[in-house]
């Protein structure tokens, strides 16, 4: 089975760094994805890790430590726009099924 | 074209009718999937197609019933539903179904069921 956990909601002021983690306990593991979806809207890809490390991409970046099953989502220099929610997504052994987290509410404030 | 386009945005059903949504994609993919989202809960997989062919039914009840006409249709006729299926029907799709391929989503048909 898959078991993915991240906190449900977040306060960050905007300009600030904000970390979302994700914890995972999976019966495979084939890659993990942070995807952002505001209200109402598809869910868009942000980033995708399946080796260990910090992929970074503008002011995003996603760590991965697959031994610990952990990820982090970090966001910097936060903008009013990045309110959203942001899920964690685990990609099984059995080819691009994603099982999402409960997603982590973001709310920027000025 | 990087859009998965979804029909209707918005739909709202009584128990006794029969409806589709509709989902078209011309980026060349050729996997296709059905999510279904509850409010603040995260995307559930319903479906999968590859190549046109159904791969993964993730035990929905029969009255959903998934199609994929062509490589870049993806329909999902709906019949008898329930007060509790009311959600947002995501559609989606990726290159394969290989690691590491980013889906694309489409923004949803908002679903009520009275």
């Known amino acids: 089975g898959q078991n993915i956990d991240q906190p449900t909601e977040m306060t960050a002021t905007e300009g600030a760094i904000v970390q979302i983690n994700c914890t995972y306990q999976?019966?495979?593991?084939?890659?993990l994805f942070w995807y952002q979806q505001h209200a109402g809207e598809a869910p868009t890809f942000l980033s995708y890790n399946v080796l260990d490390g910090l992929e970074e991409k503008g002011r995003f970046s996603s760590f991965l430590s697959r031994s610990k099953g952990y990820s982090y989502l970090l966001l910097k220099e936060l903008q009013m726009k990045d309110s959203a929610s942001y899920l964690c997504?685990?990609?099984?052994?059995?080819?691009?099924?994603?099982?999402f987290g409960g997603g982590t509410r973001l709310m920027v404030k000025p | 074209d990087t859009e998965v386009t979804q029909t209707p945005k918005h739909l709202v059903m009584g128990m006794t009718n029969k409806k589709s949504l509709k989902c078209e994609q011309h980026?060349?993919?050729?996997?296709m999937y059905w999510y279904k989202q509850k409010a603040k809960k995260p995307p559930e997989l319903m479906f999968v197609y590859s190549y046109e062919k159904l791969s993964i039914n993730e035990s929905v009840p029969s009255r959903f019933s998934p199609e994929c006409p062509n490589s870049s249709l993806l329909n999902l006729h709906l019949h008898a539903l329930q007060p509790e299926d009311s959600a947002l029907y995501l559609c989606?799709?990726?290159?394969?179904?290989?690691?590491?391929?980013?889906?694309?989503f489409g923004s949803g048909t908002q679903l009520s069921v009275l």
């Open positions: 989606a799709s990726s290159r394969d179904r290989k690691s590491n391929e980013k889906l694309f």
């Open positions: 997504a685990v990609q099984n052994n059995a080819g691009n099924m994603l099982t």
């Open positions: 980026m060349g993919h050729r996997a």
């Open positions: 999976t019966s495979g593991f084939n890659g």
